[in-house]
């Protein structure tokens, strides 16, 4: 089918609003991974328990602001990354790694049970209007999607701010190159990744209001972000935060753009494809270093 | 009496107490089978479902069951899964060995178990309505919500209606959504509609803007919508707001009050179709029971549930608790019942003969008729 300019531009642009907010769980998941270096599959759980947070705060229940609900799940989100760390990460410090990934199936099968008996297993959406467009151009926006956009943009330069400008980030960035030497070197590890925890559901939290804002919610959609999350930090390269906001950004744009041409059932198979393809040609990812390939895949 | 037979006298004695105390067999309820999505993207017709379901076994049982035996339903999820579903038919037929399985909601899973149900014996209760169903399953599976084929031609004829000779057809990629658009496209043609593209909506998906634009690309004057509440109140969310310009025609699934909720504004001016039969006393006399008992007005899928159970409790009765007996009797009550969701007069391959209101979706929410 032929594609025109204006339908490729509305294409791309809403592959920038997809991948915006899958950048925002990638930075997450690329932290813990940092930290601990196991694949977590609970990631994608971390994200949705927090915009159900958000959204029983909201519509559901004591009916604040989104904006006040938001905040308030993304702080709660933290303290719940950080007791999870705590009760279900640190007794395997020092375990083989299929130790915590199992424990983190376990953790993503129990938050989505729990939303699905305190919520509801059906579809919820946040109170956000449905409004046409806006017309920039050729492409329509609508403030949901400049919403999404512009919150994208605050969570990804204020995690930027941290690890650059912040003592935390400095030693989040040393425990993540090597624990060991910065143990050494008198950072407390243990509590550089509680807190790395904190901030990467903090950021999963934030990721979920986002997709919640843009789509809709549902209790067990978190497979589908952390697969997404994973398939982003790996194809930006093990290591990098900017190779995760890139590897995010061209799986949202190619899933919007591959479904234009083929078959929608392939949409969520899109994302492996690039993985595959993109290692195939660069093993370690866009902007990964060598040392980083062992541990793609199994956080060996 | 030494202390040990002592206790054995006294244990014996309670034993026995307790036996006398409990129900006599002809008291055990007769079971009836649950197979429905109580969880994931279809929980919301599940839920539907176990509350006409519930309603119809609260005022059975309270008038004294079947000849005084009460009824009871056990509720098994199949999230209308295909394989769920098949592990829920083993279950209820094998372990709580049931005759009859009510609430299946998808033309997916009828088909995907109905083979297996003949050979166990047990009939299905299906709102399933793809028109393959009849020529796959056998005689155990009643449909009891319709046929697609009668569907299809209905949207051509609001299509003709409207005057409206350029077409899209939106259709959920699975067996209802593809018997669906078959049937459209069909029924199109011989309408004089030019069907200018077949758009599939992948189940579960929660993103359709492109799907939107492949439509709104074609400049439509008609959408023939054929989708699930979940992933077609996303589709059209977005098609509002990618400015999609186009007359919409909504399956039965679009004819409730409750989409409302998951779609809002973006429903209105949606013309869809609704199958029940909500000027009938038998539905009046059902609607404020569920009022009554929920406190909220009903859902139009609950309405099917509940007539399965008055037709399971009649069939019971008349052909026995077996499941050939409930397949005899089934097919003899059909053509004289008229439950809440209409009469239930069945054809040669066990499809309820569908009749149909148009409705259309007017700002705040409200359903109204539109003469045909």
Known sequence: MGLSTEVLLQLLFNGLIAGATYAVAAVGYHMVYGALKFVNFAHGSVAVFGAYIAWSFSVGFLHLGLVPASILAVALTAGLGMFIERVAYLPLRNAPKLAPMATAMAIALMLDATIMM?????????????????????????????A?????????VAVWLLLSLTRLGKAIRAVADNQDLAQACGINSDRVISATFGIGSA?????????????ALHPTMGFVIMVK????????????????????????LAENLGVWVIP?????????????????????GLFGKKEEISATVLGG | MTKRSGILTTVLVVLAMALSAAPSRGATPYKIGFSGPLTGDGAYYGEASKEGIELAVEEINKAGGIKGVPIQVVYEDDRNNTADAQTVLLKLAQIDKVPLIIGINTSSVTMATCKKAQELGVVQYSIGSNPKIGQSCSDYSFLLQGNDLEQGLEFAKIGQSLKLDKAVV???????????????VDSAKKAGIQVLAEVPLQPEGKDYRTEVLRVKSLNPSLVAFVAYGAEGSVFLRQAKELGLQAAFVGDTNWGDDSMWKLAGDALVGMIALQAGAHTSPAYQKYAAAFRAKYKKDPSIWSEYFYDEIYLAAKAIEMGGYTGA????????????????????????????????????????GKLVPVSK
């Not at chain 1, 999404?148 to 990804?156: K, Q, R, V």
């Not at chain 1, 994973?230 to 949202?252: D, E, K, Q, R, T």
């Not at chain 1, 492996?272 to 370690?284: A, D, E, S, W």
């Not at chain 2, 148009?358 to 700002?363: D, F, I, S």
């Open chain 1, 118 to 146: 305190v919520i509801g297993s059906d579809i919820k959406r946040f109170d956000t209007p449905v409004l046409r467009g806006m017309q920039f151009g050729a492409i329509l926006v609508t403030p949901v999607q400049l």
């Open chain 1, 148 to 156: 999404i956009l512009g919150m994208s943009i605050f969570f990804l």
């Open chain 1, 203 to 215: 950021l999963a939290a934030g990721a979920g209001v986002l997709i919640g804002m843009d789509v």
């Open chain 1, 229 to 252: 999350s994973y398939a982003a930090v790996v194809l930006g390269g093990m290591g990098n935060v900017l190779g995760a906001v890139i590897g995010s950004l061209m799986i949202g």
């Open chain 1, 264 to 284: 929608p059932v392939w949409k969520d198979a899109i994302a492996y494809g690039i993985l595959i393809i993109g290692l195939f040609i660069r093993p370690t």
């Open chain 2, 170 to 184: 939106v259709y959920m990629n699975n067996d209802y959504g593809i018997g669906n658009k078959n049937a459209f």
């Open chain 2, 325 to 364: 007996g409930i397949k005899e009797a089934t097919k003899k009550i059909c053509a004289s019942f008229v439950g809440a969701s209409g009469p239930k007069q069945l054809d040669a391959r066990n499809y309820v003969r569908w009749s149909f209101d148009w409705v259309k979706w007017t700002a705040g």
